[in-house]
């Protein structure tokens, strides 16, 4: 999504891989302001995810190690992330007050010109309406928010088939060269 970074460093915080190649080689502390606890929380989430504040900017850090001493880091901008469901959310809301307001408008014009008996009718239909408008608003959000926890998750399982497949042929390629090279400085 708009907004996220990838990338691999090792424990030191050098940049393997990202997705600017001009930033690779180099000190992640270099290249962005970074809590002085990064590279701990990197162990100590490894495998899930965090929340840290990068250049002045919320960000959810998801982590993965890769082998003993890198790490596969995708930096998500929550602004990003989360804008398009909070926008969603309170278009639904709005609707909502909308059809709500209509409702109570025309119950009201129809109560002040009916009579006594007449008044008490509506008094009774409008509380089964206010139960099935509840009942409904109740089945919509629950449809939203588990639409929303399906596209959270195809993401998630999108994102880590489609990072394991490349990180899997470095790991591979890295075995071989220790193994055909037969200079120190190579298999160091």
């Given at each position: 999504?708009?907004?996220?970074?990838?990338?691999?460093?090792?424990?030191?915080?050098?940049?393997?891989?990202?997705?600017n190649?001009?930033?690779?080689?180099k000190n992640?502390?270099?290249?962005?302001t970074?809590?002085?606890d990064?590279?701990?929380?990197?162990?100590q989430?490894?495998?899930?995810?965090f929340?840290a504040?990068?250049?002045?900017k919320?960000?959810?850090v998801?982590?993965?190690?890769?082998v003993?001493?890198?790490h596969?880091?995708i930096?998500?901008?929550?602004?990003?992330?989360?804008?398009n469901?909070?926008r969603?959310?309170?278009?639904?809301?709005?609707?909502?007050?909308?059809?709500?307001?209509a409702?109570?408008?025309?119950?009201i014009?129809?109560?002040?010109n009916e009579?006594k008996?007449?008044?008490?009718i509506?008094?009774?239909?409008?509380?089964?309406?206010?139960?099935?408008?509840?009942?409904e608003?109740?089945?919509?959000?629950?449809?939203?928010?588990?639409?929303?926890?399906?596209?959270k998750g195809?993401?998630?399982?999108?994102?880590s088939?489609?990072?394991?497949?490349?990180?899997?042929?470095?790991?591979?390629?890295?075995e071989m060269?220790?193994?055909?090279?037969?200079?120190?400085?190579?298999q160091?």
């Amino acid at each position: 999504k708009e907004g996220s970074t990838n990338m691999v460093i090792d424990d030191t915080g050098m940049i393997i891989a990202h997705d600017n190649g001009a930033l690779e080689y180099k000190n992640i502390n270099d290249v962005y302001t970074m809590p002085n606890d990064f590279i701990a929380k990197l162990h100590q989430y490894d495998e899930s995810y965090f929340e840290a504040t990068i250049d002045g900017k919320d960000y959810i850090v998801l982590t993965d190690t890769i082998v003993e001493d890198w790490h596969m880091i995708i930096l998500a901008n929550k602004v990003n992330l989360f804008s398009n469901i909070w926008r969603e959310l309170m278009l639904n809301v709005l609707v909502y007050v909308v059809i709500y307001l209509a409702i109570l408008s025309t119950s009201i014009f129809s109560f002040i010109n009916e009579g006594k008996y007449y008044k008490q009718i509506i008094a009774l239909k409008e509380a089964e309406t206010k139960k099935e408008y509840e009942s409904e608003l109740l089945k919509i959000e629950k449809e939203s928010a588990e639409a929303s926890n399906k596209a959270k998750g195809d993401f998630l399982a999108l994102m880590s088939h489609e990072i394991r497949t490349p990180i899997n042929a470095i790991i591979g390629m890295n075995e071989m060269v220790i193994r055909e090279a037969k200079e120190e400085n190579i298999q160091g």
